[in-house]
């Protein structure tokens, strides 16, 4: 089995999105003003993600972390470089060498709103050196309903690629902040130890679910959640289950693992539809 679990972990939980601009590129706010509205609604940090451009800005508010990053468009592909310091142009540059370089350069690649940028499974098959895709980006569902690229998720998942996958707000305005998040185990607010346990998986996504706790003993999955209607566990092809009580809320499931899921994601839902995801746990 490979799925490290951030409940096992020691460490605190820190609330935070990973794509967010600015007034530096497309965004409405400054970055002064970005950071106030995330910490005064309980984020932790937050990555400033404008498009093909630094924001060099530190958090002056403590108990707030702010983390450089870009995101860089090149066609159909918008790849977020993440904890990275230096810029460059992508003129020339594939896909794959752009991810290549955000890797050289100290950083970390996550593949951005693939449903709304037309971009298939396959052509994200055909990539490797990033961790992760967006399978919830707030704004492409404010703005176009096309905020949701799970299923892309699972077709790369069954195409065997070990990758994570993260709710986002890819905030511009007032109208898609304070959508999607993740809630990341680590030792402390820090910028190494938040993008080492990014980078290790040691999250869960969400819009609004908060995950208590997820355990896996006796080839049992054991996991509680803010009270909710509908549990998938999600697997290759036809294998996996939904936990469904004709709309009753509940907030505790087990799923005795079967041994021929492949890979098994949970994702909630709620009855105000708020989801929550677990990253796969691999058999
Ligand atoms: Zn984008
Ligand atoms: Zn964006």
Redesign the pocket.
């Known amino acids: 089995m490979k799925f490290n679990n951030p409940f096992t972990e020691q460490g605190k939980w820190f609330k935070g999105n990973i794509?967010t601009?600015t007034k530096n590129s497309d965004g409405m706010f400054s970055p002064d003003e970005i950071v106030k509205i995330y910490r005064e609604n309980s984020y932790d940090f937050l990555f400033l993600?404008d498009?093909n451009k630094i924001t060099e800005f530190k958090s002056k508010s403590k108990g707030f972390l702010t983390i450089n990053g870009i995101?860089f468009n090149k066609d159909s592909f918008?790849i977020l470089g993440l904890n990275i310091e230096q810029l460059f142009s992508t003129e020339n540059l594939y896909p794959q060498q752009i991810i290549n370089k955000i890797n050289e350069i100290g950083g970390f690649a996550v593949i951005?709103h693939p449903y709304w940028s037309a971009i298939t499974s396959k052509e994200i098959t055909f990539l490797s050196g990033f961790i992760g895709i967006e399978i919830f980006n707030n704004?492409c569902e404010k703005g176009k309903g096309k905020g949701y690229s799970t299923v892309h998720y699972d077709e790369v998942l069954q195409n065997g690629l070990n990758l994570f996958g993260f709710a986002v707000d890819?905030c511009h305005s007032k109208e898609d902040i304070l959508g999607g998040f993740i809630m990341v185990k680590a030792k402390s607010l820090d910028e190494k130890e938040i993008c080492n346990s990014i980078k290790n998986g040691l999250f869960y996504s969400s819009t609004g679910i908060i995950i208590k706790n997820l355990k896996i003993e006796d080839n049992t999955i054991k996991i509680s959640f803010s009270p909710s209607i509908i549990v998938d566990f999600i697997s290759y092809g036809p294998y996996g289950t939904r936990i469904y009580n004709k709309g009753k809320e509940f907030d505790y499931v087990e799923y005795k693992i079967k041994g021929n899921e492949k890979y098994i994601r949970i994702e909630i839902t709620d009855k105000e539809n708020k989801k929550g995801w677990t990253n796969p746990i691999f058999l």
């Open positions: 794509h601009h993600t498009h995101e918008h951005c704004t890819d």
